[in-house]
């Protein structure tokens, strides 16, 4: 038996995976570009599809006539047909959680620079608004103020911002990422709240925040940190509107949750102090795009879960899923996205001895590759 595996894995899992369950692990470019080149022979070998973000289709599924398990390693398996997956009793397990520290740090990179003016002062360096020629006079050996006669007035003057302590925060969605960024700016800033109406108010009052609708947090906070995985607009005119006059606006979770048309208006006439967006409309994003020139915004591509940590993550909830998928027991507490696919399910429990030998692996400390 065999599994096609197009994510990245540490060597430790990836080793752990073909000794428990006796599997070759083939590490492919893409699954559904290596199995059209396998016999059928070699089809009917594989059982476990492993991708990151790649599409796993039905036509891919099918294809395989003895495919047990797909794993989609990431906090949502939407790249993976999920419909399809039920009609053929092939469980769908995936990682949630897995970049939630990742991402919970950059949000706070992504804050700090954005109240700082940090990316945007740095841009204007090498763009040369804030340098000057080489034939222009400069002071030396003296602890001088920074003039730019490009901008008109002193960077030290355009480009102060608040202290992170002088600030009021709405984490809004209350997920692993939205309660671990809470975890790091609750400490550092004046107050934080949390608006996420499936969120249960004991939970979060004894993590030490509070609970507020998104219409009083929006006139409250100084900045608005979007972590909601929802597939609707959260944040449109009227809520922009809302926001209170220089205040700061984070998107490290879904484009869906934001008008970005609505976030740039409110960019270009002052109404906001600033904004980071991790998560486009369009990726990569288009050149021609009207947030390549509004003012005050800073842009990543799609990078706040791109840490090493989140591979080791990934790997072992992938272990720990395959281990108890296949001891045979009620799959409690198992990522898997249709579990009422149990019932008919193909895969087989394991021997005892190869379930002790995995457990060893989840808790190595070796790091990626």
Sequence with gaps: M?????????????RAIAKTLSWQVDQVASVSAAVPELSDTERAEVVALIVETEPVTEA?????????????????????????????????????????ESVADFTLGLLLATIRNITISHHGMLSGSLTVSDEFPTRHGAD????????????YEHFMGPELSSLAVAVVGYGNIGRAVARRLGPLVRALVVVDPMADEDEVRADGFVKL???????????????????TQIIGQAELDRMKP???????????????????????????????????????????????RAPRLTLTPHIAGAS?????HHSRTLLRSLMSLYTGN??????????????????????IGAMADASMAVHDEEDYP
């Excluded at 390693?73 to 997956?85: E, H, I, S, Y």
């Excluded at 001088?144 to 960077?155: D, M, T």
């Design 2 to 14: 065999r599994a096609l595996v197009s994510a990245q894995l540490t060597a430790d899992i990836r």
């Design 60 to 100: 891919l599924m099918v294809s395989l006539p003895s495919l047990e398990v797909v794993a989609g390693l990431r906090g949502d398996p939407v790249n993976v047909d999920q419909a399809a997956a039920t009609r053929l009793h092939v469980p769908v397990i995936y990682a949630p959680g897995r970049n939630a």
């Design 144 to 155: 001088v103020i920074w003039s730019a006669p490009g901008l008109g007035v002193r960077p």
């Design 213 to 231: 609708p998104l219409y009083l947090a929006l006139r409250e906070a100084d900045v608005v940190s979007l972590h909601a995985r929802s597939a």
């Design 246 to 292: 220089g205040s700061y606006l984070i998107n490290t979770a879904r484009a869906t949750v934001l008008d970005y048309d609505a976030l740039a208006r409110a960019l270009w006439s002052g109404h906001l102090g600033g904004a980071a967006l991790d998560v486009f409309p369009e990726e990569p994003l288009r050149t021609s795009s009207p947030l390549m």
């Design 308 to 312: 090493f940590g989140v591979i080791r």
């Design 330 to 351: 009620a799959w409690t507490g198992i990522p898997v996205a249709n579990p009422e696919v149990r019932v008919g399910w193909k895969g087989g429990p394991l021997r």
